[in-house]
């Protein structure tokens, strides 16, 4: 049977029964008498054992049956619920997810989970399980045994690179795999695969990668990867060399030998050789099984809503956002023709064609949209290990999951709240002793909220933890250098709770593994603002914090305002104008050799961006007056000096390419009506 055709409807749906399985679990804890939440995980985990083993994936199907096994034994009634079990539970699921991901990757969908099946083994059998940790803790005594006895080489080699690492040897090289763990929280992978990849090859030559060296770029890796290492060096120098790099969470260096490796091998092209034929019974089951389900679901009256949805690929998307915005850039040249032409039927015809492409632009603006849930999914399951690992009792509350957001921000929003997530956990919410010590309950509460304003979307994460204590974040920013006492005593509860964004800046007086108060925030607030939002703070000590992210609804096609610079158009985006003004020259006034103007009462810095792109500067108009855009990032004013206004435009974003990347303050740039490029001012980067 040829499977290949339905492999990406196999993984796409593998992944939904698999985040069923996480949800009903979490239920299942919160209620565990409650049966029918059991036969929901039985459902999925039923389906994925059936559709594993149709596609070919025996090890799959054979975890899931014995997940399987004891989830039955759980819904009659042989074994009760506990936290202990479902430890073991989730330990399944979680192995599932990686050997699914593993086939997405173009892997076998293989892996070594003998100790978890007997784990399962023994709790469906009704022996008792002591502690959630006893597989972890076996896992990682059985990777130290194997580490110290050298064992055969994890990675497949072609005869050219065992040539390679034999002729090596001759010359006095040792070879090593070495296997490089980065942090969960990592939000620069590829920046840190560099940096190990520099470490390495000084010390030797590197001759392989899992994944490859495109993977590692893109960031399509989970934590781990592994390289092939031909070094003179002692393999303790390595590996402590590797462990400085910051985010990299473990270090594993293991000597390998050509003759390990041809007999890895021999003895897969022996066991190659042995074909095994399954019976006719065994291949029809599952398909029997998954033909009676959906003959079933089509006799239910709600099965009809199920062809009202089709799966389409994103880059397909992709492509149709790329050709309707050449169609934005065309619509723009020809209302720019037809207000020089004043023809009535061009423009009557332009004007309906407006219409209609703005009701497209809304519709595939739409088709991109993803609720935010995709990223929420993975948070009740790490708050739930989290709170274990720390001893403490958490709630987490999700509220507007299905708030929408454009796909390319969904990607790239991750990372931050996970960070952000861990430092509530760690630092915001106290013990349960220190809680009932100062008259809360002892569970604490971190409520995750998403929810669209305007052109934006707004998530916000709150706990009723400490928050921010005022004088110790005071007292470090003072000596960090980065306020002055003058300005210490001026400073209000929202701005001081907002220096812990200040890169490297952290109270946090020992630094644990799940996080540290402050630290990598920075680049939480950098990341964000690179999509075009900002985040704030606003804490209250002893009652909690409430972090709030605003993004933007979608990066593609945005509006802003065209303005003039010495005959040159540049264009800045309207969600960071306050408001334009013409001032008069006269009101503009010097402080500290900045020029500042007096706008509304806020005292507010001038940027001539002629001085910024390094064009020529007449000293303003000849009539005494200057055209400011007033912008803003967070709480932080400016004026931005243009020559002139020219009017608001949507425009298609594009981007500068890796060439011209890292130009300062310029976002991207556009195609105007006319043909002419406008460069895009990215506002963020010029508040300081």
């Given at each position: 049977?040829?499977?290949?055709?339905?492999?990406?409807?196999?993984?796409?749906?593998s992944?939904?029964?698999?985040?069923?399985?996480?949800?009903?679990?979490?239920?299942?804890?919160?209620n565990p008498?409650?049966?029918?939440?059991?036969?929901?995980?039985?459902?999925?985990?039923?389906?994925?054992k059936?559709?594993?083993?149709?596609?070919?994936?025996?090890?799959?199907?054979?975890?899931?049956?014995?997940?399987?096994?004891v989830?039955?034994?759980?819904?009659?009634?042989?074994?009760?619920?506990?936290?202990?079990?479902?430890?073991?539970?989730?330990?399944?699921?979680?192995?599932?997810?990686?050997?699914?991901?593993d086939?997405?990757?173009?892997?076998?969908?293989?892996?070594?989970?003998?100790?978890?099946?007997?784990?399962?083994?023994?709790?469906?059998?009704?022996?008792?399980?002591?502690?959630?940790?006893?597989?972890?803790?076996?896992?990682?005594?059985?990777?130290?045994?194997?580490?110290?006895?050298?064992?055969?080489?994890?990675?497949?080699?072609?005869?050219?690179?065992?040539?390679?690492?034999?002729?090596?040897?001759?010359?006095?090289?040792?070879?090593?795999?070495?296997?490089?763990?980065?942090?969960?929280?990592?939000?620069?992978?590829?920046?840190?695969?560099f940096?190990?990849?520099?470490?390495l090859?000084?010390?030797?030559?590197?001759?392989?990668?899992?994944?490859?060296?495109e993977?590692?770029?893109n960031?399509?890796?989970?934590?781990?990867?592994?390289?092939?290492?031909?070094?003179?060096?002692?393999?303790?120098?390595?590996?402590?060399?590797?462990?400085?790099?910051?985010?990299?969470?473990?270090?594993?260096?293991?000597?390998?030998?050509?003759?390990?490796?041809?007999?890895?091998?021999?003895?897969?092209?022996?066991?190659?050789?042995k074909?095994?034929?399954?019976?006719?019974?065994?291949i029809?089951?599952?398909?029997?099984?998954?033909?009676?389900?959906?003959?079933?679901?089509?006799?239910?009256?709600?099965?009809?809503?199920?062809n009202?949805?089709?799966?389409?690929?994103?880059?397909?998307?992709?492509?149709?956002?790329?050709?309707?915005?050449?169609?934005?850039?065309?619509?723009?040249?020809?209302?720019?023709?037809?207000?020089?032409?004043?023809?009535?039927?061009?423009?009557?015809?332009?004007?309906?064609?407006?219409?209609?492409?703005?009701?497209?632009?809304?519709?595939?603006?739409?088709?991109?949209?993803?609720?935010?849930?995709?990223?929420?999914?993975?948070?009740?399951?790490?708050?739930?290990?989290?709170?274990?690992?720390?001893?403490?009792?958490?709630?987490?509350?999700?509220?507007?999951?299905?708030?929408?957001?454009?796909?390319?921000?969904?990607?790239?929003?991750g990372?931050?709240?996970?960070?952000?997530?861990?430092?509530?956990?760690?630092?915001?919410?106290?013990?349960?002793?220190?809680?009932?010590?100062?008259?809360?309950?002892?569970e604490g509460?971190?409520?995750?909220?998403?929810y669209?304003?305007?052109?934006?979307?707004?998530?916000?994460?709150?706990?009723?933890?400490?928050?921010?204590?005022?004088?110790?974040?005071?007292?470090?920013?003072?000596?960090?250098g980065?306020?002055?006492?003058?300005?210490?005593?001026?400073?209000?509860?929202?701005?001081?709770?907002?220096?812990?964004?200040?890169?490297?800046?952290?109270?946090?007086?020992?630094?644990t593994?799940v996080?540290?108060?402050?630290?990598?925030?920075?680049?939480?607030?950098?990341?964000i603002?690179?999509l075009?939002?900002?985040?704030?703070i606003?804490?209250?000590?002893?009652?909690?914090?409430?972090?709030?992210?605003?993004?933007?609804?979608?990066?593609?096609?945005?509006?802003?305002?065209?303005?003039?610079?010495?005959?040159?158009?540049?264009a800045?985006?309207?969600?960071?104008?306050?408001?334009?003004?013409?001032?008069?020259?006269?009101?503009?006034?010097n402080?500290?050799?900045?020029k500042?103007?007096?706008?509304?009462?806020?005292?507010?810095?001038?940027?001539?961006?002629?001085?910024?792109?390094?064009?020529?500067?007449e000293?303003?108009?000849?009539?005494?007056?200057?055209?400011?855009?007033?912008?803003?990032?967070?709480?932080?004013?400016?004026?931005?000096?243009?020559?002139?206004?020219?009017?608001?435009?949507?425009?298609?974003?594009?981007?500068?390419?890796?060439?011209?990347?890292?130009?300062?303050?310029?976002?991207?740039?556009?195609?105007?009506?006319?043909?002419?490029?406008?460069?895009?001012?990215?506002?963020?980067?010029?508040?300081?």
């Amino acid at each position: 049977m040829e499977t290949n055709q339905y492999l990406e409807m196999f993984l796409d749906e593998s992944k939904e029964h698999l985040q069923s399985c996480n949800e009903h679990l979490l239920e299942l804890e919160n209620n565990p008498q409650d049966l029918a939440i059991v036969n929901e995980v039985f459902r999925s985990a039923h389906t994925l054992k059936g559709m594993s083993a149709t596609m070919g994936y025996e090890d799959i199907a054979d975890l899931t049956h014995k997940m399987e096994n004891v989830l039955d034994a759980i819904r009659n009634s042989k074994i009760e619920v506990s936290t202990e079990i479902l430890d073991v539970v989730f330990k399944a699921v979680d192995y599932l997810e990686e050997m699914v991901l593993d086939i997405e990757a173009g892997g076998t969908g293989k892996k070594d989970v003998s100790e978890l099946v007997s784990t399962l083994n023994r709790i469906e059998a009704g022996e008792p399980v002591s502690t959630a940790a006893s597989v972890a803790e076996t896992a990682a005594a059985v990777e130290e045994l194997e580490k110290n006895n050298a064992p055969a080489p994890s990675m497949e080699y072609d005869e050219f690179e065992l040539t390679v690492i034999g002729q090596s040897s001759e010359q006095g090289f040792q070879a090593y795999e070495v296997t490089v763990e980065l942090r969960e929280d990592c939000l620069l992978k590829a920046a840190r695969v560099f940096m190990v990849f520099e470490i390495l090859e000084k010390s030797g030559e590197v001759i392989k990668s899992i994944p490859n060296v495109e993977q590692l770029e893109n960031e399509d890796f989970d934590e781990k990867f592994t390289v092939v290492l031909l070094t003179k060096e002692d393999v303790s120098v390595i590996s402590a060399k590797v462990m400085k790099v910051s985010e990299v969470e473990h270090v594993q260096v293991m000597p390998i030998s050509v003759d390990a490796l041809k007999e890895v091998k021999r003895a897969k092209e022996q066991e190659a050789t042995k074909v095994v034929v399954p019976d006719q019974e065994t291949i029809q089951k599952p398909a029997k099984e998954e033909a009676a389900k959906q003959q079933q679901s089509k006799r239910s009256p709600a099965a009809s809503h199920s062809n009202k949805t089709i799966r389409v690929n994103i880059d397909r998307l992709d492509v149709l956002m790329n050709l309707f915005e050449e169609l934005v850039i065309d619509r723009g040249r020809l209302q720019s023709i037809a207000s020089e032409l004043h023809n009535p039927d061009l423009n009557e015809t332009v004007e309906r064609m407006t219409r209609v492409s703005g009701d497209l632009q809304n519709i595939i603006l739409n088709m991109r949209m993803i609720p935010v849930e995709t990223v929420f999914n993975r948070f009740p399951k790490m708050v739930r290990q989290l709170a274990r690992d720390l001893d403490k009792k958490i709630q987490l509350e999700i509220i507007g999951a299905e708030t929408e957001l454009d796909r390319t921000v969904i990607d790239e929003i991750g990372d931050p709240l996970v960070h952000l997530i861990r430092n509530a956990l760690d630092h915001g919410i106290e013990s349960p002793a220190e809680r009932i010590a100062k008259g809360k309950p002892e569970e604490g509460t971190v409520t995750l909220r998403a929810y669209h304003s305007g052109n934006h979307v707004f998530i916000e994460l709150e706990d009723d933890g400490a928050g921010v204590n005022r004088e110790r974040v005071l007292g470090k920013a003072l000596e960090r250098g980065i306020i002055t006492e003058e300005s210490a005593a001026t400073l209000t509860d929202k701005q001081v709770a907002e220096l812990i964004l200040a890169s490297g800046f952290s109270t946090a007086e020992k630094i644990t593994d799940v996080s540290g108060r402050g630290v990598g925030l920075d680049v939480v607030k950098s990341t964000i603002e690179s999509l075009g939002g900002y985040i704030s703070i606003d804490s209250k000590e002893g009652q909690g914090s409430l972090f709030q992210v605003q993004l933007p609804l979608t990066l593609s096609i945005i509006s802003v305002m065209l303005v003039e610079l010495d005959k040159d158009i540049y264009a800045i985006p309207l969600s960071s104008i306050i408001e334009t003004a013409i001032i008069q020259t006269s009101d503009i006034m010097n402080a500290h050799n900045q020029k500042v103007i007096d706008f509304r009462g806020n005292i507010v810095p001038l940027v001539n961006l002629k001085d910024i792109f390094e064009m020529e500067d007449e000293d303003g108009r000849s009539d005494g007056f200057q055209s400011v855009v007033i912008v803003r990032k967070g709480e932080k004013l400016a004026g931005l000096v243009v020559d002139s206004f020219i009017g608001q435009q949507e425009i298609v974003l594009k981007s500068l390419g890796n060439y011209l990347q890292s130009v300062f303050a310029i976002s991207g740039a556009t195609i105007l009506g006319n043909g002419q490029v406008a460069l895009i001012v990215d506002c963020n980067a010029l508040i300081k």
